[in-house]
Nanobody, 124 residues
């Protein structure tokens, strides 16, 4: 069993930055893929970014490429999402998720544990 707890969300003006954190407990995450997803009101939960177990491979949604950076500190069992140049369309609840297998996938069904989410609101 693993628990994922997101933090760092909030209200920010367009063009600003936020850094989300995902702290894990219950088991180490050093050997697993970790990902971030987001869900806006009335929309599906969409892939944002993912990172391989050692941090060497990352994948991003086209909508955030060049603005967001995913990273991890396995010694702290924590995954981060640095969000820069934020836009109003980035407004959503952001979820951290643990991958089921070693491949860095973008589909929701490739992740088996989810956090409770943290709200990010970007004002124009």
């Amino acid at each position: 069993q693993v628990q994922l707890i997101e933090s760092g969300g909030g209200l920010v003006q367009a063009g600003g930055s936020l850094r989300l954190s995902c702290a894990t407990s219950g088991r180490t995450i050093s050997g697993v893929v970790m990902g971030w997803f987001r869900q806006a009101p009335g929309k599906e939960r969409d892939f944002v970014a993912a990172i391989s177990s050692a941090g060497r491979i990352t994948r991003y949604a086209d909508s955030v490429k060049g603005r967001f950076i995913i990273s991890r500190d396995n010694a702290k069992n924590t995954v981060y999402l640095q969000m820069n140049s934020l836009k109003p369309e980035d407004t959503a609840v952001y979820y951290c998720a643990k991958g089921r297998n070693p491949t860095v996938n973008t589909g929701r069904d490739s992740y088996d544990y989810w956090g409770q989410g943290t709200q990010v609101t970007v004002s124009s």
